[in-house]
């Protein structure tokens, strides 16, 4: 069963298609017309080995906020969508992942229970035309829009290029891991029965 979903999303302020596979290998074509956005979803799909496209236009003459946070929301949702009824995934995943002097960690459980905790000070304001405090706010994004509780960690680190790609990579491992089927999971794994 493909595990793949289509999203798209029109407002007054932005024009976003998003297209996941959960079950791809890492190849993803990324165009937001912020160029270091496109750069760190790039590497999410790479090394949460996601097939993805996303398409973003959106009103940068303001400035990077609603395409950001929108792309999030879109995402979010193709998430959501992708995993259906959520049988037979692992549900939790954690990463550590090193990026020179930067080391961050990402803790999440597909829970439906949407919550972000960010722990990451970034030192810059910006990294080229992308407004550092956006990190944050695309991830509460994609937490309650695929019901993520999410866990952001920031270890160690100076240069804020460096923590926010630790973040993105290490995203894209954690959620690689809660998203795997396992065989031995009857249903969703909760005493629920529903999550």
């Known amino acids: ?27 993803a074509q990324v165009q937001t017309g912020l160029g270091f956005f496109d750069h760190i979803l790039i590497l999410f799909g790479k090394h949460g080995l996601f097939d993805l496209t996303v398409e973003a236009n959106g009103d940068l003459e303001v400035d990077g906020h609603h395409t950001v946070e929108d792309t999030g929301i879109v995402l979010g949702q193709a998430l959501a969508k992708a995993l259906g009824d959520k049988a037979g995934i692992k549900r939790y995943g954690t990463a550590f992942v090193p990026m020179d002097e930067a080391l961050a960690m990402v803790s999440l459980d597909i ?3 949407p919550y972000l ?28 829009h695929a019901g993520l509780t999410l866990h952001v960690r ?33 249903g969703v794994m909760s005493t629920k029965g529903i999550l």
Do not use: Y
């Not at 595990?3 to 596979?21: C, H, P």
């Not at 035309?129 to 309650?144: C, G, H, I």
């Not at 160690?156 to 031995?184: S, V």
């Open 1 to 27: 069963m493909s595990r793949t979903a289509s999203v798209e999303r029109l407002t007054g302020e932005t024009a976003i298609k998003a297209v996941l596979n959960i079950d791809g290998a890492g190849r």
């Open 111 to 113: 829970s439906g229970r």
């Open 117 to 144: 905790v960010f722990d990451a000070v970034l030192p810059a304001e910006r990294v080229g035309q992308f407004d550092s405090e956006l990190t944050e706010e695309f991830l509460r994004a994609l937490s309650v």
């Open 154 to 186: 920031l270890l160690a680190g100076k240069n804020t290029h460096h923590i926010i790609e630790a973040i993105f990579k290490a995203l894209g491992r954690a959620l690689d891991e809660a998203t795997r089927q396992d065989d031995r999971i009857q």
